[in-house]
């Protein structure tokens, strides 16, 4: 049982992992913080549990991959986080005009993918242009990155950064839509397909949207640590959690409260109120600082104030997580299902099937044949599944799907959601010998080991505004108005209640980056 004060320093709403990399700040610092978590495990959408009954493999639920998370607070930390590389970059496999193609890309192996490209395209001018746009990326990530665990700089400050080199990059993925420098440098369609995917995971975008919606998203997918690597944590998504738990604890300064969701907050001149329940009961704590680590949507309702959402901001992406007895055999395949599925699988994202794809589903039609990817934990780290399983070959994957946005599951969710599953495995069957749903297994009531969740149930579970993994809105890396500049991006118009999570500018991902800057802010208030 938690002894629970009357007095914080500071209330964290969430759990997540940038609620405890605020904790942990703070905590080192010397203040008192309370973590309120409305689910019964900490960890919010960085948790890892055992998903299927009687079978022991700890499955990263939600987020499973990390690219953004800083050295810096790493080393702060003293996070002791373990993150493999994997040897496959990528496989995409593709039918056209009848015709089996595919395209390996490996980590680090520039000489085999420069003979990938070349093979599928027959020329060397799209491994070319892959180079040139790797450069582009790489020149805007060394200015960019760093600025992350940094007040925000306005945008002629940031650009200045890149210099006159760094012109074309600038252009190419903050002020143009990113489809433009895509067309420009690559002509093999599928190769165009497996570049734009980082610019439209879990979010409602095309290449040439207006907004620039996809530019960042992007951009978040490709300035990790000046490389844009993710990278598998050892353990799961778990460890990461546990590790800052730890931490948390071992300052003796940090209550931790699962299953106490927060029911109002109320602001005061020198100090915030916070409601709660906890084991049946009501509570209310006082703090001088209050950070929200759930959306925007969330702080409104907790303050008792209407939050109008804009339906463009909806979420848009599928998630299965399948548990298999056996890897699947490919169909056609030159390359191996071990070598094939250690990287991420491209199914059906070719660059004008997603664009069709895109215009179905945003005209509420559900795609017959939707683009997604597919990740294996278990071919870099098998340390999530129990010594049985492996010695038995067993394996965890989980498929990413898009251009499934929430309002195509408001109507009917459960058979929405079935039928969504049935296409992407469909979709997946077409390259392998064994239908993926006969290398299942079953959990000890006898049913398949797969779990799916479509935009709407992330919304039911996690409290994510319609689905959107983002919390809403990516902002670009930048002050977007003279105020903000030289904030911390985390701010709101109420004194002492701050964004620390995805909602946060600069938020998005598993980064630990608005957790951070939030305890910045608070220790730069307090003069610590």
């Not at 002894?3 to 010397?30: E, K, P, T, W």
């Not at 598998?232 to 299953?259: E, F, H, K, N």
Request: charged share 20%; hydrophobic share 35%.
């Amino acid at each position: 049982m938690t002894d629970i004060q009357a007095n914080y320093d500071i209330v964290i709403i969430g759990s997540g992992h940038n609620g405890l990399v605020a904790a942990s700040y703070l905590s080192r610092a010397g203040h008192s913080v309370l973590v309120l978590e409305g689910n019964n495990e900490l960890g919010g959408a960085t948790r890892s549990k055992q998903v299927f009954s009687g079978q022991p493999a700890r499955l990263s639920v939600y987020s499973y991959l990390v690219s953004l998370l800083p050295k810096k607070i790493i080393d702060d930390l003293g996070l002791k986080l373990r993150l493999r590389s994997r040897k496959t970059a990528s496989w995409t496999p593709s039918f056209e005009n009848g015709h089996y193609r595919e395209l390996l890309l490996r980590n680090n192996e520039p000489e085999q993918n420069r003979a990938a490209i070349e093979d599928l395209t027959g020329s060397s001018r799209d491994y070319d242009g892959y180079l040139q746009l790797q450069q582009l990326q790489e020149q805007l990530a060394a200015a960019v990155w760093p600025s992350f665990l940094e007040p925000l700089l306005s945008r002629s400050a940031l650009r200045s950064h890149l210099g006159h080199a760094g012109t074309q990059a600038w252009r190419a993925f903050i002020e143009q839509p990113l489809g433009m420098i895509l067309e420009q440098l690559i002509d093999n369609d599928l190769l165009r397909g497996v570049l734009l995917t980082d610019a439209r995971i879990g979010l409602q975008t095309h290449a040439h949207d207006a907004s620039l919606l996809q530019n960042r998203c992007f951009l978040y997918h490709i300035v990790g640590n000046g490389s844009g690597e993710w990278r598998v944590p050892v353990g799961g998504m778990q460890s990461l959690v546990d590790q800052l738990i730890d931490g948390c604890r071992a300052t003796g300064r940090v209550s931790l409260l699962g299953g106490a969701p927060a029911q109002r907050l109320s602001l005061g001149e020198k100090v915030h109120s916070v409601a709660f329940q906890h084991e049946c009961k009501e509570y209310e704590v006082e703090a001088k600082h209050v950070l929200c680590n759930a959306s925007r949507q969330v702080l409104d309702n907790l303050l008792g104030r209407d939050s109008s959402y804009d339906p463009i901001f909806q979420g848009a992406g599928f998630k299965i997580n399948m548990l298999l007895r056996r890897l699947p055999r490919l169909k056609e395949s030159k390359h191996s299902a071990g070598e094939a599925f250690a990287g991420t699988v491209h199914i059906d994202e070719g660059y004008s099937h997603m664009q069709t794809c895109f215009e179905q589903s945003d005209a509420g039609v559900m795609p017959a044949m939707p683009p997604g990817e597919i990740y294996c934990h278990t071919l870099t780290d098998e340390s999530i599944l129990s010594e049985e399983l492996i010695a038995q070959g067993y394996h965890t994957i989980t498929l990413f799907g898009l251009d499934m946005p929430y309002k195509l599951f408001v109507g009917d969710p459960e058979d929405s959601r079935e039928e969504a599953v049935r296409r992407y495995l469909r979709g997946l069957n077409q390259y392998l010998e064994d239908p993926i749903e006969e290398c299942l297994a079953f959990d000890s009531d006898g049913k398949p080991c797969l779990e799916a969740m479509s935009a709407y149930d992330l919304e039911a579970k996690l409290r994510l505004p319609r689905g959107n993994i983002f919390h809403g809105d990516l902002s670009w890396p930048f002050a977007e108005s003279d105020a903000a500049v030289g904030t911390w991006g985390v701010e709101t118009e109420h004194r002492r209640v701050l964004l620390c999570g995805s909602a946060a500018s600069r938020g998005g991902a598993v980064s630990g980056v608005p957790g951070h800057n939030a305890a910045m802010k608070v220790l730069e208030a307090e003069g610590s």
